[in-house]
């Protein structure tokens, strides 16, 4: 099964920013690590103008919109982490994830994440981890 995160695709212990910093940050980390070309950014911050990306318990997954589809080289996943949360609305989220998929790999991604998340301890731990190597192994 192909590796959709690699270690350089984590970050932790992220100084709070703006919403469209975090997505911002996101993009250019799943651009700067050959998954998307750089027009996906923007693509991302169409997406959570349309609808939110926050998805409940601290959690928000821009990823770009349908359109965007053609500039995906590969599909993958980055991780961010802000234990200080980043304002989505009226929520805050401590994680962030910037994920791109081929074709309809991106729901996969999506389904995938959703049950790993599913695990209060281990949603915790992700949000307050100071070890890469152990989120590589949840996300990996």
């Known amino acids: 099964k192909p590796q959709i995160i690699i270690k350089q695709g984590i970050r932790l212990n992220q100084k709070p920013v ?10 250019e980390l799943v651009a700067e690590l050959g998954y998307v070309d750089e027009t996906y950014v923007d693509a991302m911050q169409e997406r959570e103008k ?6 409940g318990m601290g ?8 359109q965007a589809k053609e500039t995906v080289k590969k599909t993958g996943i980055v991780f961010l982490q802000y234990p200080e949360g ?22 996969e ?6 049950t790993l998340l599913e695990d ?21």
């Open 18 to 27: 703006s919403k469209e910093e975090a997505i911002r940050a996101a993009g």
């Open 50 to 55: 349309l609808v939110t990306t926050y998805m």
């Open 59 to 66: 959690v928000a997954i821009p990823h770009g919109t349908s």
């Open 86 to 107: 980043v304002d989505f609305g009226d929520e805050k989220a401590e994680l962030v994830f910037g994920i791109a998929g081929i074709g309809d790999e991106h729901l």
């Open 109 to 114: 991604i999506l389904s995938n994440l959703c």
């Open 120 to 140: 209060p301890e281990r949603l915790e731990k992700l949000k307050t981890t100071k070890d890469v190597d152990w989120v590589l192994e949840q996300l990996a």
